[in-house]
């Protein structure tokens, strides 16, 4: 008994853990999707240079019975006498499948590029104003945090009712899992944390 009053602690910490992992991984997302999306305004405003698409394909991989395509996408292109090679199409997600991608390319074929004048290896060949898909890593990301706090928060209250039985639960718990069963589970936790008799009788 007395090694099983570790057990909420312990499972307090785990899911504390893991929560905050997911609520990381969030974060990354929330960030990237809203660096994704300022660059993609920036774009807009580019420098341009002839261009010429070197590879143009789809790329089929298959991973337990699923086939999964996307589209390989190189082209090259000259600043100030330096030669580069791009691979992005565009800095929003790309909402069309991959092989209407690998159809508006082909090798050999001329386009236009954008390229980032503090960085001309940073480049792309649309230009198109965010919409509501630039949002799409920011609201993930968004989600993934306000799910993680809210289980962490929910994990919080159920095992501090397992360390200290005899507080009364939060409305909220009462309502998510009925007041009846709480007072049940609460009954059947505080019974075993009373001191048993040698003959195992409680008193």
């Not at 092989?99 to 001309?120: E, G, K």
Request: aromatic fraction near 8%; include cysteine; glycine fraction near 6%.
């Amino acid at each position: 008994m007395r090694g099983s009053r570790w057990v909420p602690h312990v499972v307090r910490a785990w899911i504390l853990l893991v929560c905050l992992a997911i609520a990381a991984v969030g974060g990354f997302f929330v960030y990237m999707g809203a660096q994704e999306r300022n660059t993609a305004l920036a774009a807009m405003g580019w420098p341009t240079v002839a261009g010429t698409i070197t590879e143009s394909r789809v790329a089929t991989t298959t991973s337990r019975k699923r086939r999964n395509s996307s589209h390989v996408l190189r082209y090259a292109y000259s600043v100030d006498g330096v030669e580069h090679e791009g691979n992005r199409r565009s800095f929003l997600v790309a909402l069309d499948s991959a092989d209407s991608q690998a159809a508006r390319f082909a090798p050999a074929q001329q386009v236009v590029v954008h390229y980032n004048p503090m960085d001309p290896s940073e480049a792309c060949l649309e230009t198109p104003p965010p919409g509501w898909e630039a949002w799409l890593p920011v609201a993930v990301g968004f989600l993934s945090m306000v799910f993680s706090i809210g289980i962490a928060c929910l994990a919080w209250a159920i095992s501090g009712l397992m360390i200290h039985p005899e507080r009364d639960p939060a409305p909220l718990l009462r309502f998510l899992f009925g007041a009846k069963r709480m007072d049940r589970a609460l009954a059947a936790v505080r019974r075993a944390r009373m001191p048993q008799h040698p003959d195992g009788a409680t008193p």
